[in-house]
């Protein structure tokens, strides 16, 4: 058996835990601590262990204090007790070190899907996770009361949204000797090691989407806090695509969003003074998910429709943005990615702060579209509206299905338009262009002539504008090629393929793959061998 002595400056004395630099922490963790050091560095699987009576001795500390710290090993594997015989210490199945993570916010659907990656990283390398909250108001000696462990086994990654906090608890826990890393919450100016994604880079993958998409006039949502490092990046990022783009309407519209307040929230209530008092716009760009569904909510309560009168973007991906209605675009973080990069960091025996910036991905769902030919009258939507009027003079049934809104005439005949008109005083009028008997646009001329309040939206079957690209594909995808053989047959990735399918669908008013195969057919657009 070891003599304990030899691990202290001085045999015979009880030996100073208190140097292990753990003093800011309960006796008891202080004790579990200096016994699992003694564990890892002077004993092999297998060796008995020193008895209770021994350590007591030896540290100086009350019999249940050293019981706690011994049963508290017990749990975790590292010793074994055997009746009769002892305790014995355990290393096959022990973890490599812990892992304590801050986080500010457990509501935060982005920081409880790192969390959960960073448990999976965990999981996968035999280290045990610990979470820590960091309360608003709180100080770094404040929080770190709420950490376990020593340098030698904990190493800690931060992730929280008060950067100022963020800095002092690296500083801090630097100076005690930690090894930590700081994910996601970008500092400018931050000594340790940063793991994150690089916001300019996705800034510039959103902008370019809506830009592809026709849309010159943009504005940035800012529903998180505006002092948070990100933010300042994606803003900067923001109004630099703006001006090497030459475009003039693209204001940043700022929620006033202070540390600490719900970002949707804030959003939600200042969308209408944004919207009222603001250029108007035909995209809104949020610089987190949050703010997206904050304005998304808004248009659908007015009836504004997504995206075919104004498109938002997102950026983080968080899970709700999969099942709002229509389901968000979003500029995507490499979730599984950052968590890896930072166990990375945190394993290496390099103690050189470093940083690591990843690049996002885009994610093309329902509410982003084509630019619409002018923006919408931002002054026009003061308050919520009720279900719209409309009438299609076409005899097509397929506007019924849509929201908030119900269909009070379908004629085939222009002849009628007038004569349905003035019974109904629908609050919109559809018209296709190809009626029979009176032609549509000598009907709509004399709807609008005879009722001055009318307004109507002209349907025709005209090509749609498609681009030379996706005519290229629309004809492969006739074909029943996947994208991946598309991607293959015309040397893009399978993802831009993607992208590009999204619009076309778009473009052809479907809703699958199939749907704009027929469609295409039907239209002419593509013919068949």
């Known amino acids: 058996m070891k003599n304990l002595s030899t691990t202290a400056n001085v045999p015979g004395k009880p030996v100073n835990i208190m140097a292990d630099g753990i003093q800011f922490r309960a006796l008891h963790l202080q004790v579990r601590e200096h016994v699992r050091k003694l564990i890892m560095e002077d004993f092999k699987h297998g060796d008995k262990f020193f008895s209770e009576p021994v350590l007591i001795q030896r540290l100086g500390v009350s019999q249940g204090t050293v019981r706690r710290a011994m049963t508290d090993l017990a749990r975790e594997g590292l010793l074994v007790r055997r009746v009769a015989m002892g305790t014995f210490v355990c290393k096959n199945n022990c973890e490599r070190f812990s892992v304590a993570v801050f986080i500010s916010d457990y509501n935060s659907p982005f920081e409880m899907a790192l969390l959960e990656k960073l448990a999976v990283e965990c999981r996968e390398s035999r280290h045990r996770l610990k979470v820590v909250q960091t309360h608003l108001g709180k100080t770094a000696d404040e929080a770190l009361c709420g950490m376990e462990g020593s340098p030698q086994d904990t ?106 307040e719900d970002p949707f929230e804030t959003a939600s209530q200042k969308m209408g003074e944004l919207w009222s008092e603001g250029t108007p716009v035909t995209a809104v760009f949020a610089v987190s998910d949050s703010g997206a569904w904050a304005a998304l909510k808004w248009f659908s309560q007015r009836g504004i429709e997504v995206p075919k009168q104004v498109s938002v973007l997102g950026f983080d991906d968080d899970s709700p943005s999969r099942f709002v209605q229509p389901s968000l675009s ?192 039907r239209r002419g657009l593509v013919q068949l061998p």
């Open 330 to 521: 979003t500029v995507a973080q490499p979730l599984a990615r950052i968590a890896h990069e930072a166990m990375e960091l945190l394993s290496d025996d390099s103690t050189s702060p470093r940083v690591k910036y990843l690049p996002p991905h885009l994610v093309i769902r329902e509410s982003t579209g084509v630019a619409g030919a002018f923006p919408v009258g931002n002054k026009r939507v003061s308050k919520p509206a009720t279900a719209r009027r409309d009438m299609a003079l076409d005899n097509n049934d397929h506007i019924n299905a849509e929201a908030n809104r119900i269909v009070v005439a379908g004629v085939a005949n222009g002849s009628q338009a007038v004569e349905q008109w003035q019974r109904h005083k629908p609050d919109l009028t559809r018209m296709d262009l190809r009626l029979a008997g009176l032609d549509g646009v000598p009907a709509t001329a004399h709807v609008c002539e005879a009722f001055p309040e009318a307004v109507s939206l002209v349907r025709t079957a005209e090509r749609p504008a498609l681009t030379e690209r996706e005519d290229e594909i629309l004809r492969l995808l006739v074909k029943g090629l996947s994208n991946k053989e598309i991607g293959a047959a015309v040397s893009l990735s399978e993802l831009t393929v993607k992208r590009h399918v999204g619009h076309l669908l778009y473009k052809l008013h479907v809703r699958s793959r199939t749907q704009a195969a027929v469609e295409a057919i």
């Open 155 to 260: 190493r800690v990654v931060l992730k929280g949204g008060n950067q100022k906090l963020t800095d002092q608890l690296s500083r801090t826990l630097t100076s005690r000797g930690f090894r930590s890393v700081n994910v996601d919450a970008f500092i400018p100016g931050y000594a340790g090691s940063y793991v994150g994604v690089d916001n300019e880079a996705g800034i510039r993958l959103g902008f370019d989407h809506l830009f592809e998409l026709g849309h010159r006039q943009i504005a940035l949502l800012v529903d998180e806090p505006m002092e948070l490092g990100s933010v300042i990046a994606r803003r900067r990022a923001f109004e630099r695509m703006v001006k090497e783009r030459g475009l003039s309407q693209c204001p940043v519209w700022d929620c006033e969003t202070k540390i600490g």
